[in-house]
């Protein structure tokens, strides 16, 4: 029998299906605790045509994602988990034609619940566009 | 009209009739807004409580484009694939900040999926 695959393997080797897949989410890169997520900008992201103004819903999703993508990378364990809450500060606004960039550490995890930090930017590392925090729950069976 | 920007008709993301004086938005399930098999996915649901702030600011502060400055999410019970509806309220309206809360439910109200609060900055 073949060994066991690395959970974060089969994280990265998943077919994008269901909301990752409209917004096109990639694995950029990863370590022991983190994970940097991203998609490319798509005009849908806009929230205005005229102003170029980017909408926040594409940068909550892909906090989400490399949040939990974060958690896979420091347990190495595939379990279902659920989002408990997410805080988002805005820091400045995305551009439009941008693609995002998400980075989230695992910084804490215990039998049931996960913590996380994520930072967005939308091409300087240096000059992020949103921070955010989330924990997740383990849920049982899953 | 919030759902008149690209990024709410990609949710298709509507307004419906709602209780007077605040605006409910609507969307309808879809394969693209999935997350884990069979539930909505959680970014979908905060970003319609969002936007759902964002209605309500704009149609009650008069302010023609308050600047967001955070917002936190409760994410309370798995979203089903099916209509899941969100309306907002302004907590408090500044000088220069507005407090929002919003919620977000499916088939019953007093059973909310998530639950959303929001700053915005007047300038």
Same mark, same amino acid.
């Given at each position: 029998?073949?060994? =066991? ?12 299906? /269901? ?11 990863n /370590?022991?605790?983190?994970? =940097? ?12 045509? =005229? %102003?170029?103004?980017?909408? %926040? /819903?594409?940068?909550? %999703? ?8 974060a958690?896979?990378?420091?347990t ?15 820091l ?30 939308? /091409?300087d ?9 989330? %924990? ?7 | ?5 690209? @990024? ?7 307004t &419906?009739a709602?209780?007077?004086? +605040? ?5 309808? +399930?879809?394969?693209?807004l999935?997350?884990? +098999?069979?539930?909505l996915?959680?970014? &979908?649901? +905060? ?6 702030? !964002? ?20 994410? !309370?019970?798995g ?5 899941? @509806? ?11 900040? &507005? ?20 700053? !915005?900055?007047?300038?």
């Amino acid at each position: 029998m073949a060994e =066991e695959e690395d959970a974060f393997e089969r994280l990265k080797n998943l077919p994008l299906r /269901g909301h990752h897949a409209l917004l096109g989410i990639y694995t950029v890169d990863n /370590g022991p605790d983190w994970a =940097e997520l991203a998609c490319p900008f798509a005009p849908g992201f806009l929230m205005d045509v =005229e %102003s170029g103004l980017v909408s %926040s /819903g594409p940068i909550i %999703s892909l906090v989400d994602a490399a949040a939990g993508a974060a958690i896979i990378a420091r347990t190495r364990q595939w379990r279902g988990m659920a989002t408990l809450d997410l805080h988002i500060d805005y820091l400045r606004p995305a551009r439009a034609g941008q693609a995002l960039h998400a980075r989230a550490h695992c910084h804490h995890v215990t039998r049931k619940v996960a913590f996380t930090r994520c930072n967005v930017h939308d /091409g300087d590392a240096d000059r992020p566009i949103a921070s955010a925090t989330a %924990s997740f729950f383990f849920m049982e069976g899953a | 009209m919030i759902v008149h920007a690209p @990024y709410a008709r990609m949710l298709g993301i509507r307004t &419906v009739a709602g209780e007077a004086g +605040a605006a409910t938005l609507m969307m309808p +399930a879809a394969p693209s807004l999935e997350g884990r +098999a069979g539930f909505l996915y959680g970014g &979908v649901i +905060a970003s319609l409580l969002e936007l759902a702030c !964002l209605e309500a600011v704009a149609q009650e502060s008069g302010h023609p484009r308050p600047k967001p400055i955070n917002m936190s999410f409760d994410f !309370l019970r798995g979203g089903m694939m099916i209509d899941s @509806y969100a309306q907002a309220r302004l907590v408090r309206v500044g000088r220069q900040v &507005v407090n929002i809360d919003a919620i977000c439910w499916q088939t019953d109200r007093e059973k909310p999926v998530a639950i959303g609060r929001m700053h !915005l900055l007047l300038d």
